[in-house]
Each structure stands twice: as structure tokens, then as C-alpha cells.
């Protein structure tokens, strides 16, 4: 079962991926990581560690809250 947490993760991380036109290849590549790696997280198969957390977030050029904060829409 999907938590609500690693949800919003998902769907933060694709968001913040996309706008900065990065496949997943590429943001792997700028963390250290592998390319399904980055997929099953945006899956929500990915139970990553805060240190994970704040390689994306680095890689991305953002807050790591900012990918565990639910969108306000």
C-alpha cells in the first residue's frame, strides 16, 4: 500500500523534474543514481532514506521539505 507520504514525494519529484525538462536518466546521473532507481520512486516502490532525499533535492535545486509538502492548490 502506497503511504501518503512517499505519494506526494512521487508526484513532487516528477513535478519538480519536469519543469526543469530533466528525464530521469539525467537527474539520476546528477545524483549518483540509477535510472530505475529514480523511476520506482516516482512509482512510489522506492522507500528512500533522507539521505537519498537530499541528493534529489540538491540535484533539483530545492528545499528537500519542498518534495514532502503536499501541493496547495
Known amino acids: ?11 513532487n519529484l516528477r513535478h519538480e523534474r519536469s ?5 530521469q536518466e539525467q537527474l539520476a546521473d546528477l ?15 522506492r522507500n528512500i532514506t533522507l539521505a537519498t532525499l537530499e541528493k534529489i533535492a540538491e540535484a533539483l535545486g530545492v528545499n ?4 514532502l509538502k503536499e501541493a496547495q492548490e
Not at 31 to 43: A, D, F, N, P
Not at 64 to 67: A, S
Open 1 to 11: 500500500m502506497d503511504s501518503p507520504l512517499r505519494k506526494t514525494l512521487a508526484h
Open 19 to 23: 519543469l526543469r525538462k530533466v528525464s
Open 31 to 45: 545524483c549518483g543514481l540509477h535510472r530505475t532507481y529514480i523511476g520506482g520512486i516516482e512509482r512510489c516502490e
Open 64 to 67: 528537500p521539505i519542498n518534495l
